[in-house]
Each structure stands twice: as C-alpha cells, then as structure tokens.
C-alpha cells in the first residue's frame, strides 16, 4: 500500500490538485495501484485553521506518507502577518522537516508546444535540461538573518549563504547519477569569482566527479548561465546548483518550454522520499477563475509515480496522455496563442482523463 499526502494549498493550489486527484484515483482504480489519499492542509489555509503554515497535524500526516502532492501556497491576504508565519515559510518548513534537499526541475519541450515558447523554434526544439537544485540549505536557511536596527537608527536586512562539504557533496552525487541515466553531461551554476561559499562548491562538486568518469563536468558562472540559458539552452542536460540560483535559473528554463504551467518537479530525500509540485506559484491573479494549467500539477503526480512509487508504467500513461492532448491542440490560456480559443483548468484535467480512459479500454 502506498499512502499519498495531497496539500491543495492557496489559490490555484485547489484548482489543479482537483484535477490531479482525479487522474491518480482513475488509475488507482483501473490499475490496481493500491494507493490511499489523504488531505491536509499547508501554506496559507493550514494558517487560517491552526495559526501556523506547517502545524503539527500536517507534519504528521507528512511524516507518515510515502509521497506527498503539492498544489502551491501563497497569496496577498498574507502578505502583512507575523514572517514566520506566513504560507512560503509552511513551504520551506516542509522541505527542511522531511529533508528534500534535492530538488529535481525538469524542463522539457513538447514539440506541439514549440510555438508557444518565446525564444525562437529552432533555439529550444528538443529542449530536455534537467535542474537539480539543492533545496535544505544556502541563504534559504543560513544563519544569521533578519532586518536589524543600526546604532545610527537605519534598518538593515541580511541573510547568510552557507554550504558545508557534506551538503555540496550529496547534491552533486545525485546530479551525476541523474546524468548517468541522461545525456551524461552535468554543468554545475555557481559564482565561485566572487562568493567563497561557491568557491567552495566548486572544488567539492569537481572531487564528486571523479567518482563518475563516464560524466563530463563543466562549471559555469550564474550570471553566464542565465544568459546561456536563453541564448542556446540546449547545450545543458543537468544543472545542479544551489538554492536560490536554482530558484532563478528554474523559472527561466520554465519559460523555453512554453510556460510555468507545464513545469513539474520533485523533492527528495536520501531514500527516494519526495514532495512533488508544480514549480509555478499559487497565482492569486488567476485563482478562481479556471485559468490555470493544471498539466505541471499531473506531471509532478507522474513524477511521484514514478521516483517515490517504482510505479513507472502509470507514470508514463499520464505523460503520454499529456502528450497526446496537446498534439490534438488543447491549450489552456498559458499556451494558447493570441485569439484562439483555449481551454479551462477542469476541461484540461478532463482531456488527459478522457485520454487515459481511452488508452485502458
Ligand atoms: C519555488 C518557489 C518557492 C521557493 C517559494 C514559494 C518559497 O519559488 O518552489 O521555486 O523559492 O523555493
Ligand atoms: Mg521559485
């Protein structure tokens, strides 16, 4: 039996976690997969109930589930309370509490979907990047931080970016295994020219290679790395840098394939445990209106399937359902183009579950 953690979050969290729910209990049922689901709470609707973002009952229910799905969390309503209580600290304190340091955010091109992407088909046809992104440590959770007063009555803010050996070095194995089963070529992101923190990284991420000598390693600077990301992205097949270079560099890899709609992502810890969630946000400016693509959202259920579960064969019927449906030109308003029609968030949901329908009978 597997226990499943669904956390719909805030805002357009709900939304594509519906369609997610279905998807998984349609399989479940045809596939005899022997999942259980449950619900809880995280972000800004855990706060509304208990006052905290990550109360002790969801950590609960996360610590006795073998995977868990996650919509998003956030929203202006919380915008103004009290730092440590607001929904993106549920987020990072769910990722430290279960130690998913590593984040794994692929960004693949559907070819139906080249024309939605904003670079040029020919630069992003036949994209597939993988980013691994440590996601426990770095200036996310480094110590000392705050906004402190000075003697002369000025506030000031900082934040600590701190990597120990321990922590670069379990990254970087988990990038050249994953690059072991890719293209076989890992570029690590860092700013070793100006940040010691980095400098480090650099020298632990170039001994990990020595271990996988079927892997090439190549360093790149973080701002190269941005440019080089929209200037001819399909150079990369894994990345794998820090927290919050990762944080940046995903959301631009996000954009070649179309849009952060359609990007999925896992967090895992040392034994394959993982969070899986759309790395798009919880969109207040689009909930409740059935704008929102939920196809990251089913993709990070394949993901789950598949990483946490063993359960590849699901996995790979949901990714080709997603496939088929936008070959047939479905488009959810993120990927349609200027005046066509497109379709809602629920339409969506029902297209791959028609399609999976279809591909069982
Ligand atoms: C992400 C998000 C989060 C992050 C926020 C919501 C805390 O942007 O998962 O990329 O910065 O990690
Ligand atoms: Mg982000």
């Not at 619900?39 to 009952?57: D, H, I, R, S």
């Not at 590593?102 to 979907?113: C, D, E, G, K, Q």
């Not at 200037?231 to 919050?244: E, H, I, S, W, Y």
Request: charge should be negative.
């Amino acid at each position: 039996m597997h226990k499943i953690l669904l956390l719909p979050g805030d805002h357009i969290g709900p939304e594509v976690m519906a369609e997610a729910e279905k998807i998984l209990r349609f399989l479940n049922a045809e596939m005899k997969l022997n999942l259980t689901f449950e619900q809880g709470l995280l972000g800004g609707a855990a706060y509304e109930k208990y006052g905290e973002p990550y109360p002790e009952k969801t950590q609960q229910q996360a610590l006795a589930a073998d995977a868990i799905l996650l919509g998003a969390v956030g929203g202006p309503e919380w915008d103004n309370i009290e730092r440590s209580k607001r929904p993106e600290r549920g987020l990072l304190g769910i990722r430290a509490h279960l130690k998913l340091f590593a984040n794994l955010r692929p960004a693949l091109l559907y070819p139906s979907l080249a024309d939605a992407s904003s670079l040029k088909k020919e630069i992003v046809s036949g994209l597939d990047i993988l980013i691994v992104r440590e996601l426990t440590g770095g200036i996310y959770f480094g110590e000392p931080r705050g906004i402190r007063t000075l003697a002369n009555g000025e506030r000031q803010g900082y934040n600590t970016d701190v990597y120990s050996e321990s922590e670069i070095r379990r990254i970087a194995h988990v990038a050249f295994q994953l690059a072991q089963q890719r293209d076989k070529r890992v570029c690590s992101v860092d700013k070793a020219n100006v940040l010691e923190v980095t400098e480090l990284w650099r020298e632990i991420v170039t001994q990990v290679a020595q271990q996988y000598p079927d892997v090439q390693l190549s360093h790149m600077y973080v701002d190269n790395a941005a440019m080089q990301l929209i200037r001819a992205p399909k150079q990369f097949d894994v990345m794998v840098t820090g927290n919050l270079f990762g944080d940046i560099l995903s959301d631009a890899a996000a954009m070649l394939t179309g849009s952060i709609g359609l990007l999925p992502s896992a967090s895992l810890d040392a034994n394959n445990k993982g969070l899986y969630e759309p790395c798009h946000g919880s969109a207040p400016d689009i909930s409740g209106k059935g704008l929102a693509n939920p196809l990251a959202t089913l993709l990070s259920a394949a993901m789950m399937l598949r990483y946490s579960l063993k359960l590849t064969k699901p996995a790979v019927l949901i990714e080709q359902a997603i496939q088929q449906v936008l070959e047939v030109g479905i488009r959810t308003k993120d990927i349609s183009e200027t005046n066509k029609p497109f379709v809602s968030t629920q339409q969506m949901g029902d297209a791959v579950f028609n399609q999976l329908k279809e591909t069982l009978a």
